[in-house]
């Protein structure tokens, strides 16, 4: 076969479209009570199991204070399946599944606790054949990272027995600013080496995320205008409908800007603002994320072009909703943050001028994340100024969830004699154009774990970088005022509004 126009033979050595199969392995959840094991992390590993992506002999082992026999703990993973699973139950699947449960009770200064893991670990390798590969899941709160990889570390459950491997997959907040993630780092990679660490950052595990090097690299249409002189600015939203729910410990004092923007949508932005890397190779992605993010420039006047936002008592979906201050377990007179919006520039000479602004928050109207591409006018119209009243700006929405797709927006006639232009929009939805339903972040991420592929996940460089922009914006909000309040269900405080006002702009309405 000739092969296609720029081919790289070296890089084409697998084919990529064949099902990728872990080898033989096994899993540690530590914090396997936790909501995160509950709602994602089991269901995804039945849901790999379901789809014969795991090895006959995986094994699953839960790690928490609870006391739980392996009865009880298959129970929970057989209860969480049964809620969460993307695919549909099926008994010879659980079956299989089952017979590599185990679980260890204990806590984790309890050395005993880490014994009883490695002999747990000694016994699988002998029943279900994993060989000594295990990765470790922290689904901890961080304030237990250190205790728990020093803790692998000091049961010699770190180091890998010859011809096998151990990984730690680490879940976020990945420190609290700059210093602490950097004082993290340090004692993780005491224990771990860079290529054992896989940092979580779910969004990356995103089928829509994923599409978005599809879409800018595997064509030829969008790329020429996806610079400076045609785009006028990006809108990056997250927005949720749910409230802190029961997360009122881990969410306050940490806030939407630190739980979201720092990682979720500043990856969004550096995939959307990236050059093209010379290969989808993990230290190639990196190098061209590490670029835009190390040349984010904030906004000089850092009072006028960010907000932040509290939700108040309003109304969701028909119910009354509680503002954040009355949530269980929050402090009354809290100023952590459930919205924030902000404006960077990125210092390159794609980017030169044009703002990016990232917004995220909860208890806004509905739950969406989308990035739209928005262009900049026609230079000269020679239309009448009433045929374009209600022309907008064209714009490329790349919509990430729920309604999954691709949104091109742009002005067409309006049937009829007279001349009127309006906006319209062609749609490309998953839905219709694939029958394959996209499976979830956790599938792909916990599957690429256990084959050691880290395209997706974010490295030390890229989570120092996204501190360096978050913190001079944290520091400022720390030193003056309070988050503006909004009602619960609305789009989120007036000053997010006035934000994009005086730069002549205005928030999408998703
Ligand atoms: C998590 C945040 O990373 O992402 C949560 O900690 C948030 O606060 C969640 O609700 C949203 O994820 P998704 O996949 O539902 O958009």
């Known amino acids: ?32 009570t936790g909501d995160l094991s509950r709602k994602k992390l089991m269901p995804a590993v039945y849901d790999l199991a379901n789809r014969g992506l795991l090895p006959p002999g995986f094994a699953l082992i839960g790690f928490a204070r609870r006391e739980w026999e392996n009865e009880d703990f ?4 057989h209860d969480a399946v049964s809620e969460h699973a993307r695919t549909p139950f099926r008994e010879e699947v659980w079956q299989q599944l089952v017979q590599g449960m185990r679980f260890v009770q204990g806590n984790f200064d309890d050395d005993d606790a880490f014994e009883r893991l490695k002999s747990t670990m000694q016994e699988l390798d002998k029943a279900q054949g994993t060989g000594g590969n295990f990765a470790y899941y922290l689904s901890v709160p961080p304030k237990f990272f250190p205790e728990v990889v020093q803790q ?4 010699g459950l770190a180091d890998a027995p010859e011809g096998s491997w151990r990984r730690a997959v680490i879940e976020k907040p990945f420190g609290h600013d700059l210093e602490s ?38 064509n030829t249409m969008f790329e020429p205008i996806w610079n400076r002189s045609y785009v006028d600015h990006v809108q990056i939203t997250m927005a949720e409908d749910i409230g802190i729910g029961g997360r009122a410990g881990y969410y306050d004092g940490i806030g939407a800007a630190r739980d979201v923007i720092q990682n979720h949508l500043l990856q969004l932005m550096a995939l959307t603002a990236m050059e093209e890397p010379a290969s989808f190779d993990a230290d190639a992605l990196v190098a061209e994320k590490a670029k835009v993010l190390g040349a984010v420039r904030l906004p000089k006047d850092l009072g006028a072009h960010t907000v932040r936002g509290q939700y108040a008592a309003g109304w969701q979906g028909g ?6 201050l009355q949530e269980d377990g929050i402090d009354p007179k809290s100023n952590t943050d459930t919205y924030a919006a902000i404006k960077l520039g990125i210092d390159n000479r794609r980017w030169a001028g ?11 109207g509905r739950r969406v994340t989308e990035i739209a591409v928005v262009f900049q006018r026609a230079p000269h119209s020679p239309f009448d100024h009433t045929a374009t009243e209600e022309l907008g700006q064209n714009a490329i929405v790349i919509r990430v969830q729920p309604d999954e797709g691709i949104t091109v927006r742009f002005g067409s006639k309006v049937p009829g004699t007279s001349m009127e232009i309006r906006d319209v929009s062609m749609d490309f939805a998953y839905g219709e154009s694939f029958t394959e339903s996209s499976p979830e972040a956790y599938e792909r991420l916990i599957l690429d774990v256990l084959l050691g592929d880290s395209n997706l996940f974010p ?3 890229e989570v120092e970088l996204s501190w360096n922009i978050l913190d001079p914006i944290e520091n400022y909000w720390d030193k003056h005022g309070k988050p503006a309040q909004y009602p619960s269900g609305t789009w989120g405080p007036a000053e997010a509004d006035e934000m994009l006002a005086r730069d002549g702009r205005s928030w999408r309405r998703p």
């Open 152 to 155: 692998l570390k000091k049961h």
């Open 74 to 77: 298959a129970q929970e993973v």
């Open 459 to 461: 490295r030390t460089e």
């Open 1 to 32: 076969m000739t092969p296609v126009h720029g081919a790289n033979p070296l890089r084409d050595a697998a084919d990529r479209r064949l099902p990728r199969i872990a080898g033989p392995s096994g899993l540690v959840i530590f914090g396997v």
């Open 181 to 218: 993630a950097r004082e993290l780092n340090a004692i993780v990679h005491e224990v771990f080496a860079p290529d054992q660490v896989f940092r979580i950052d779910h969004y990356l595990g995103k089928e829509t995320v994923q599409n978005i090097l599809a879409l800018r690299f595997a």
């Open 319 to 324: 119910e009354k909703a509680v503002g954040y």
């Open 354 to 364: 044009v703002p990016f602004y990232l917004r995220t928050g909860k208890r806004l």
